[in-house]
T-cell receptor
Framework: SQQGEEDPQALSIQEGENATMNCSYK?????LQWYRQNSGRGLVHLIL?????REKHSGRLRVTLDTSKKSSSLLITASRAADTASYFC????????????FGKGTKLSVKP | GAVVSQHPSWVICKSGTSVKIECRSL??????MFWYRQFPKQSLMLMAT?????????EQGVEKDKFLINHASLTLSTLTVTSAHPEDSSFYIC??????????FGPGTRLLVL
């Protein structure tokens, strides 16, 4: 399977704390994206980082990419209860038509 | 911009019936659409790649005769689950975009087969 791995599978923190999720993948990529999914709902695109980028910020989100290790991390700072959701990384394999290979996801629970 | 819709959002059907799910790009033309499936508490798995005007490309393990995909125009792709069975119950999500560029996801269709 080309599916990536994410850890932790589940993460429970208090409001105000930072949450870090990691993702590993197997193939060469064009870019890596992070998505959020609330229970039973559609996907929300959070951030895209290209293979030639190492770090990217968007509001309270910080994403890093290490192509030599085929890994990425998503940091959510100053978490809020509304951040409670499942988070998925997804890669676009190099040479593909743009389809996404999703990781298994991290279920984040932020307690108020 | 870049809005993708899916219809229906919810469908319940009896075992043995066929169900059609539509994926539309509302404000752009999509040369490529992808269909994903998500079982409860699992991640999304790519089912097939749909290119306008040509046959869909299915991922390994996905039965093309069971999951019929038609991409007849640059704004519409349909997924038909034929002779649905309870094990086909899942969340089906499409994405649309131009080949090799950012994909935009629809809100998903939840299928329950009784």
């Amino acid at each position: 399977s080309q599916q990536g791995e994410e850890d932790p599978q589940a993460l429970s923190i208090q409001e105000g704390e930072n949450a870090t999720m990691n993702c590993s993948y197997k193939t060469s990529i064009n870019n890596l994206q992070w998505y959020r999914q609330n229970s039973g709902r559609g996907l929300v695109h959070l951030i895209l980082i290209r293979s030639n980028e190492r770090e990217k910020h968007s509001g309270r989100l910080r994403v890093t990419l290490d192509t030599s290790k085929k890994s990425s991390s998503l940091l959510i700072t100053a978490s809020r209860a509304a951040d409670t959701a499942s988070y998925f990384c997804a890669t676009v394999p190099r040479g593909s038509q743009g389809n996404l290979i999703f990781g298994k996801g991290t279920k984040l629970s932020v307690k108020p | 911009g870049a809005v993708v819709s899916q219809h229906p959002s919810w469908v319940i059907c009896k075992s043995g019936t066929s169900v059609k799910i539509e994926c539309r790009s509302l404000d752009f033309q999509a040369t490529t659409m992808f269909w994903y499936r998500q079982f409860p508490k699992q991640s999304l798995m790519l089912m097939a790649t749909s290119n306008e005007g040509s046959k869909a490309t299915y991922e390994q393990g996905v039965e093309k005769d069971k999951f019929l995909i038609n991409h007849a125009s640059l704004t519409l792709s349909t997924l038909t689950v034929t002779s649905a069975h309870p094990e086909d119950s899942s969340f089906y999500i499409c994405s649309a975009g131009r080949t090799g560029e950012t994909q935009y996801f629809g809100p998903g269709t939840r299928l329950l087969v009784l």
